[in-house]
Structure formats: C-alpha cells, structure tokens
C-alpha cells in the first residue's frame, strides 16, 4: 500500500503565505508525478501545481504558488505566497507511482488539508 502524508494547512490572513508537505510512503518503486489539487466548498476540486516530467500551475496560482519535490525524501512542498481569500480550500496532495509489488501505476490522494485565508 502507499501511503500520502500532508502538513501545513491553517489560518492566514490575505496576503501571508503558508507551505503544505506531503510525504509518499509505502510499496513505491518510483514516482512519476507528485502535486496538489483543491476543493472549494460547492466547486469541484481542481488542479493547483504538479510535478513530473514538467511542472504545472493553475492560471489562478501562476506567480505566486511555488511547486518543488525532495525525491531523496518522496515530498512535495507548495509554497503558498500572497494568499487571496478565494484560495481558501481543502488541498490534496496526489501522485502517480508505480509500486514494488504490482505492475502499473497507480493514483493515491492524501487525507486532504484545510486552507482558509481571511479577508
């Protein structure tokens, strides 16, 4: 099994910045991607940031949000800066392995991490 551990959400006033981890663990042979997506309440979730062969921003995060991964670690970090209000959501780290013990990749999700920015 792998396993997906998230840290760093909280409370922030507009314009701070908060960093989330998220550290992979369990049956993984190698990662092809690692990133994070969020859920507004009433709003499906959407992609934030992911890295892998190249990395990807949302317009919305563009120029303010910072992906980077530590493969020695299996961590993806997002460097939250100039937090608006309408980046309050739940994050979700993903990633995409391929595992010791089966063949295929494989999607796995954390247990997901409260953002909330006050205006």
């Known amino acids: 099994q792998v396993q997906l551990v998230e840290s760093g959400g909280g409370l922030v006033q507009a314009g701070g910045s908060l960093r989330l981890s998220c550290t992979a663990s369990?049956?993984?042979?190698?990662?092809?991607?690692m990133g994070w997506y969020r859920q507004a309440p009433g709003k499906q979730r959407e992609l934030v940031a992911t890295?892998?062969?190249?990395?990807n921003y949302a317009d919305s995060v563009k120029g303010r949000f910072t992906i980077s991964v530590d493969n020695a670690k299996n961590t993806v970090y997002l460097q939250m800066n100039s937090l608006k209000p309408e980046d309050t959501a739940v994050y979700y780290c993903?990633?995409?392995?391929?595992?010791?013990?089966?063949?295929?990749?494989?999607?796995?999700w954390g247990q997901g991490t409260q953002v909330t920015v006050s205006s």
């Open positions: 890295s892998g062969g190249s990395t």
């Open positions: 993903n990633t995409n392995v391929y595992r010791y013990d089966r063949a295929g990749s494989y999607i796995y």
């Open positions: 369990g049956s993984i042979r190698s990662i092809n991607s």
